[in-house]
């Protein structure tokens, strides 16, 4: 399945589309709504470039790193001196014009990162754990904590332990407590990340190669208009509940949109929001014209499987939680999608990427 993105600008954002009901003339009705919009044609024997089902060493290596890193062992070294990069838990108390400022009895940081100010970890290094020590710091008059910009910062220090991250060998040992001797080798365990690697791959390339089918049909289609004025009351249903956000976070909307999404100014984001609910609504129009020609209506078990596949995918176990960012006209549509899809690549064409046929004939005309 797809991975859902219409919500995925704003979680509480409602996209209005309208309530659903269980009756098949009122889903025939939401389909029709879009399908109206515009003429999608030549949708069948759409060619497309297949996407690598491809497989390397170097994933496979990644995978036994990653199985290693997850059954890592972190233990409290207390008995060796600090060294640059080093991650170390501490307690303090900071104090500012003589007061307590600041107490922390459990604060890991890494060793020349500088977390609590400039210089502050070079007073660290060659220190044993359970040592007590005083650092001053200055904070320059820019610091973003008001509080302390400018003034001089005492700090209690006092060493609790340097924490150590162990990663074991890939090993059969290993293997077999990791996974409690449901697999007893390496060799066993390596085959079953390969197979895995290999499912999610190929899941990968069907997604991609629905997509580029979708893509080409949506790229070529010319829309007439889009539904009533959906498309506006979407923008504005996402900036309102940006705008709540922001506020409970205590923060004004623009320092939102730059630490959320990357937009320095509101013109910027909202001239992206506008492209992408824009495509979000030819999406829209084109899978429901081509529903609508073909007859293609989900049954009632189907969207339940969409539902359930959407809860999976987004990793929400309560319904109910997942119903406050998903109405059924959502699950209604993705699962008219899926079928629209499945009924696309029955007769959707691969074809040879034209880059790497020009390089094909390169190569031939070079060895000639």
Sequence with gaps: MRRCKILALAAAAVFCMGALTACEKSNKSIIRRYSKCADVKDYTGVEYVPASREITQEDIDGAIESFCNNNAETIEDKTSSIADGDKVNISYVEKVDGADYNTNEDYTLTVGEDALGTGFDDNLIGVLPGT??????????????????????????????????????????????????????????????????????????????????????????????????????????????????????????????????????????????????????????????????????????????????????????????????????????????????????NSAVQVESTEAASTEDTSEAVSE
């Design 132 to 345: 007590s020590k005083t650092i001053t710091i200055s904070y320059p008059d820019d610091y973003a904590d008001e509080g302390v910009a400018g003034k001089d910062a005492v700090y209690e220090v006092t060493v609790n332990y340097i924490s150590v991250t162990n990663i074991p060998e890939y090993t059969d040992e290993l293997v077999k407590k990791a996974t409690n001797e449901e697999y007893t080798t390496t060799d066993d365990y390596t085959k079953y990340l390969t197979d895995d690697l290999q499912s999610k791959k190929n899941d990968s390339a069907d997604e991609a190669d629905r997509t580029s089918v979708l893509k080409a049909i949506i790229d070529k289609t010319v829309y007439e208009k889009y539904p009533e004025n959906e498309a506006q009351d979407y923008v504005e249903s996402i900036l309102n509940n940006i705008q709540s956000a922001s506020t409970n976070y205590g923060i004004d909307m623009q320092t939102y949109l730059m630490y959320f999404y990357g937009y320095t100014t509101e013109p910027d984001f909202l001239e992206f929001l506008t492209t992408t609910v824009e495509a979000v609504m030819k999406e829209k129009i084109v899978v429901c014209d081509i529903a609508d020609k073909e007859n293609i209506i989900p049954t009632d078990d189907e969207i339940k499987k969409c539902k359930a596949e959407m809860m999976e995918k987004n990793q929400v176990e309560d319904e109910a939680e997942f119903d406050k960012y998903y109405t059924s006209s959502d699950i209604f549509f993705y699962a008219t999608e899926e079928k629209v899809l499945d009924y696309l690549m």
